[in-house]
């Protein structure tokens, strides 16, 4: 017998959020290394705020929310709101009723850009980091560096000469450019629409990118994220990220630090080792020297790092797919650098939840 096909003009339900969530839902372990990170970061939220005026959006409902947009792929906020209005799960992440109002996207970045001035996605970063090593997850000896092309929100159309004093185009949403015979670098251009992005390429034969360049350190023992900074991409940002990062690597005792062939320089490695750390690059020596020698090569511990740093790539690999940053969504170096870190913070959170999953 065919089914009558009604149409419910109400909803009215006596099952909450969290009792239509399933109990192995992947989303329920990550909420609760979530929520514990957040509660790490309570009173930094209160210094952030007034005790007069209106209630904002609360601090820990626009990470979460945040969370979801990178772990769900959304690419905007206003489809973000969007999926939070109908979207039991996102509202139960979030810890919205079913008949809380949703924030307006306008709103909701203002209220993001408060974060952003605070410097929360550092913060946040570190506190996940902190609940990987209450598990014991996280290797102190052997780590991995290397980096990537973010590729900027801003068109090479408007990439133009500084101090250009050309007539307006024939259609300023659109216009029409011919680059023919035109030399352009960046010490000579610059993009109107993210002054900060730079005209770069990943290597020789490749076509030329507006971009940043974003690195990361990972550890080798489980293949968690440990550092994360942006730079402008220069020919030597992967190298100047490196040093620093490796700067930050906490305690005394000497560390391994593998990495491709770009980072296979006598400065870095001379650098990396008054840092005392032992850089196990890969050896650059096509038509040149390398850096490192069979002092370094013939140990065991560098084939071992050469193997394990092949890891990193799968962080790259989510946070370009999964993580939405194979196009950035935001301008300027401080706000990208906020929503990189920020996204392997999110990286870092699957990554947990996948290790205790693990028998």
């Given amino acids: 017998m065919r089914g009558h096909d009604d149409q419910a003009a109400h909803l009215f339900s006596y099952v909450s959020p969290e009792q239509r969530v399933p ?33 904002s959006i609360a601090p820990e409902k626009l990470l979460r929310t945040l969370l979801l947009q990178v772990l769900y792929t959304i690419r905007s906020e206003r489809m973000l709101m969007e999926q939070l ?9 979030v810890g919205l009723n079913i008949d809380d109002p949703v924030w307006d996207a306008t709103v909701f970045s203002k209220n993001r850009d ?6 929360v996605a550092a913060l946040f970063f570190q506190a996940v980091l902190d609940e990987a ?13 290397d980096g990537t ?11 133009k000469k500084v101090g250009d004093d050309s007539p307006p185009p024939d259609d300023p949403g659109n216009p029409t450019v011919n ?29 030329a990118k507006l971009s940043y360049c974003g690195s990361v350190l990972m550890e080798n023992r489980n293949g968690l994220a440990v550092d994360a900074k942006v730079e402008l991409a220069t020919g030597t940002a992967e190298r100047e990220a490196a040093f620093a990062m ?11 630090l593998g990495g491709d062939k770009n980072y296979d320089t006598a400065g870095l490695v001379e650098d990396l080792r008054g840092l005392n750390v032992t850089p196990h690059v890969a050896q650059n020596d096509t038509h040149r020297r390398s850096a490192i020698d069979k002092r370094t090569t013939r140990h065991p511990g560098y084939l071992i790092s050469q193997n394990k740093r092949k890891r990193v790539e799968e962080i790259f690999g989510w946070l370009k797919t999964v993580g939405g940053l194979r196009k950035l969504r935001h301008r300027g170096l401080e706000r990208v650098e906020w929503m990189f870190t920020f996204a ?3 990286y870092n959170l699957v990554r947990l939840r996948n290790l205790a999953a693990t028998p």
């Avoid at 092309?149 to 990439?159: E, G, N, R």
């Avoid at 023919?180 to 020789?204: Q, V, W």
């Avoid at 490796?246 to 391994?256: K, N, S, Y």
Wanted: aromatic residues 8%; glycine residues 6%; hydrophobic residues 40%.
């Fill in 179 to 207: 680059f023919h015979g035109e030399s352009r670098s960046n010490a000579t251009h610059a993009s109107a629409t993210d002054p900060d992005a730079k005209l770069a390429r990943k290597g020789h034969g490749k076509e």
């Fill in 344 to 346: 392997v913070s999110a």
């Fill in 114 to 119: 408060r974060l952003l001035a605070a410097d």
């Fill in 246 to 256: 490796a700067g930050q690597i906490p305690g005394d005792g000497r560390v391994t």
């Fill in 149 to 159: 092309l973010l590729d900027a929100w801003a068109s090479l159309k408007s990439f």
């Fill in 133 to 145: 090593k209450a598990r014991d997850l996280i290797s102190d000896e052997h780590f991995t560096v």
């Fill in 23 to 55: 109990a192995d839902h992947p989303l329920r372990a990550i909420r609760q290394m979530t929520d514990r990170v957040l509660a790490k970061l309570s009173r930094k939220f209160t210094r952030m705020y007034s005790d007069i005026g209106r209630p």
């Fill in 85 to 93: 209005e109908y979207n039991l799960l996102f509202r139960w992440f």
